[in-house]
Nanobody
Framework: VKLEESGGGLVQAGGSLTLSCSAS????????MGWYRQSPGENRNFVSA????????HYADSVKGRFTISRDSATRMIYLQMNTLYPEDTDVYYC?????????????WGQGTQVAGSA
């Protein structure tokens, strides 16, 4: 499966942003999907995951209540709605996928999209 993120950009503290990820090359419903983020020199950290059927979701404690993951099977897209953004949310965000390992969902990766804070 090929994953491609979009939607990153500059955001002010307290603001909102929605990231998108398109999936191609394989049957979308075969994959649980997720989002991770990574700061320079640090490990890639789990943010959120959504099950194959979209009925189950998981979130890192740091984003619970602020971020929402969703998927659209018709368009083969997943989304990460991010609200009330903190400076520590500025990272490169990666879309991920798995056929079997939920909620880790870390077998396949996109190239990443940058979320940066503006002054």
């Amino acid at each position: 499966v090929k994953l491609e993120e979009s939607g990153g950009g500059l955001v002010q503290a307290g603001g909102s942003l929605t990231l998108s990820c398109s999936a191609s090359g394989d049957t979308f419903s075969d994959y649980a999907m997720g989002w991770y983020r990574q700061s320079p020199g640090e490990n890639r950290n789990f943010v959120s995951a959504i099950s194959w059927d979209g009925l189950h979701t998981h979130y890192a404690d740091s984003v619970k209540g602020r971020f929402t993951i969703s998927r659209d099977s018709a368009t083969r897209m997943i989304y990460l709605q991010m609200n009330t953004l903190y400076p520590e949310d500025t990272d490169v965000y990666y879309c991920s996928a798995t056929k079997t390992d939920y909620p880790a969902a870390d077998d396949f990766w996109g190239q990443g999209t940058q979320v940066a804070g503006s002054a």
